[in-house]
């Protein structure tokens, strides 16, 4: 930069009329002002219409005066290319009234097409003019007003005035300066510096069979573009993408100031437990930037028991009772149980329970960590055999089974009947008792064994049967006979001779595997003597 000074001498008359001023604001029209005071500052006029000029103007001709006035112009300093810098225009009347207050002014216009810097305007008061008035206001010292341009524009003019009066007769001599600072030549660098941001995002909590779905976002937030811009992310143990990889290296090049880019990724874990992970992101310049995302994996752990009798009699009710329990640490979401109906059962009744062909159901919702839930169900044994329940429970990320056996027996209830044919007999004749053996119940009897007892007045004449009778004293006693069949029969026939009268009494017992006591019969024959 370089500061150039215009100076410019005015030269006015005394004793001429003054025109075309504007009236003073501070001192009264035909006053006397007095003599040469020290370091006056006078008030502000009224501001002029300061007329503007296009930029750069070329140095224009010099402007006649109006009548009366004097008009001195100067174009200083001289540019390389020949213009002008600054032309400074000042007019006063020609002759003034020692005593009567009087205008001059002073026109500055900036003839660059450049702002001109720090720009002052003095105006030295000449010997024998004493000033009561600046337009604008100026600062005043002892014969001297000055005004100062911050920035002044291209092709700017600026007006300024001077009021005041003569205080003696003679020739005045007004001068000026300007100074201003040249604007220099100047190159424009623009310093910009890019700002890379990262933000990760990740659900704060999954279960063990869900995916892990994570946003990685990379901005550029500053001013210039961010080059070779490569975001990486290492994943710890138990966390994997959805193709096996543990390491992201995601080169995405160079981001403009303002743009944005997304990457998306896949991760499943492989068991439960608490994953913290942290992407970066680095660009040319040492730049770098992480984010941090934490994720709970949680697994519910059904687990599910039943319970029913071990055996139970053919015809009865069976009762069945399931419980599903979650051992995990995450909730067990839209569990069902499911009771599959065995075929030699007969359902009775299930609280809650939806059925279908051939099963239960029930909708448990929820089952929280360590809750339980119980389903009932009452079935009817209809046959012989094992009864075989099995459950199931299923739920998101977990499922449980159960299954139980219960021994279905029968009721081996077996008749004995012992009739005798005939009675009454004669002494020396003799009857047959037949003793028959129905197994009434449901299931087979084995290992029956018939003993008959008879009395003193009458002799064995032989024993008959489906095994062999064997005899000691009066007591015939039957082998076993292995099985006897629901609904079958077995006949025995023990035929006596009378050899008392009497009214005696023939005794039969039945003895099985499913007795815990014996059964008796007593037939009664009435023995006569003619």
Request: hydrophobic share 40%.
């Amino acid at each position: 930069m370089r500061t150039s000074t215009v100076q410019l001498l005015l030269i006015s008359l005394a004793a001429a009329t003054l025109t075309g001023c504007c009236p003073p604001q501070t001192v009264q029209p035909g006053s006397q002002p007095k003599a040469a005071p020290a370091a006056p500052k006078a008030p502000a006029m009224a501001a002029p219409e300061a007329p503007r000029t296009p930029a750069a103007p070329s140095a224009p001709a010099a402007e006649e005066a109006p009548a009366g006035m004097g008009r001195i112009t100067a174009i200083l300093p001289v540019n390389p290319d020949g213009g002008g810098t600054v032309k400074l225009v000042k007019t006063a009347p020609r002759e003034i009234l020692v005593g009567r207050e009087f205008d001059y002014t002073l026109a500055l216009t900036n003839l660059t097409a450049d702002t001109l810097r720090d720009v002052t305007l003095t105006a030295k008061l000449p010997a024998g003019f004493q000033p009561s008035a600046t337009r604008p206001e100026a600062q005043m010292d002892p014969q001297t007003a000055s005004w100062k341009i911050a920035a002044f524009g291209p092709g700017e003019t600026k007006t300024f005035a001077v009021r005041g009066a003569a205080t003696e007769v003679g020739e005045m001599l007004a001068c000026s300066d300007v100074t201003f600072t040249v604007p220099s030549a100047c190159l424009p660098i623009r310093a910009v510096q890019p700002i890379v941001k990262i933000e990760k995002t990740a659900p704060a909590e999954v279960l063990l069979c869900d995916e892990i779905p994570i946003t990685i976002l990379v901005s550029n937030t500053g001013t210039g573009p961010a080059e070779n811009v490569v975001v990486r992310d290492a994943l710890p143990e138990g966390l994997v993408l959805v193709d096996g990889r543990r390491e992201i290296t995601e080169p995405i090049g160079t981001l403009r100031p303002g743009e944005a880019k997304k990457i998306t990724l896949r991760t499943k874990p492989e068991r439960n437990g608490e994953f913290a992970t942290t992407a970066t992101v680095t660009a040319d310049g040492g730049i770098q930037a992480s984010s941090s995302t934490k994720t709970v994996v949680r697994r519910p752990a059904l687990a599910m028991t039943m319970e029913a009798p071990r055996e139970r009699l053919v015809g009865l009710k069976v009762p069945y009772e399931v419980t599903i329990t979650n051992n995990g640490d995450g909730d067990a979401l839209d569990t069902v149980l499911v009771l599959q109906l065995p075929t030699n059962a007969a359902f009775v009744s299930a609280a809650g329970a939806q059925p279908q062909a051939g099963r239960l159901s029930w909708s448990l919702g929820t089952v929280r960590p360590g809750e339980s839930k119980k389903a009932s169900v009452v079935l009817n044994a209809s046959e012989i055999g094992t009864l075989t329940a099995s459950a199931s429970a299923t739920a998101k990320c977990s499922v449980a089974s159960a299954r139980t056996e219960t021994t279905v027996k029968g009721i081996p209830a077996i008749l004995l009947e012992c009739v005798d044919s005939p009675d009454p007999i004669e002494v020396g004749e003799g009857t047959t008792y037949t003793i028959t053996v129905t197994n009434q119940g449901s299931a087979v009897g084995t290992n029956i064994v018939i003993t008959c007892t008879l009395p003193d007045e009458q002799d064995l004449v032989k024993a008959e049967g489906p095994t062999k009778a064997t005899t000691e004293g009066k007591t015939v006693t039957f082998t076993p006979l292995a099985t006897l069949a629901p609904k079958a029969r077995a006949v025995y026939t023990v035929t006596v001779k009378a050899i008392a009268a009497g009214d005696v009494r023939f005794k039969t017992s039945l003895t099985s595997d499913q007795m815990t006591s014996p059964a008796m019969e007593t037939e009664a024959t009435h023995q006569y003597q003619e």
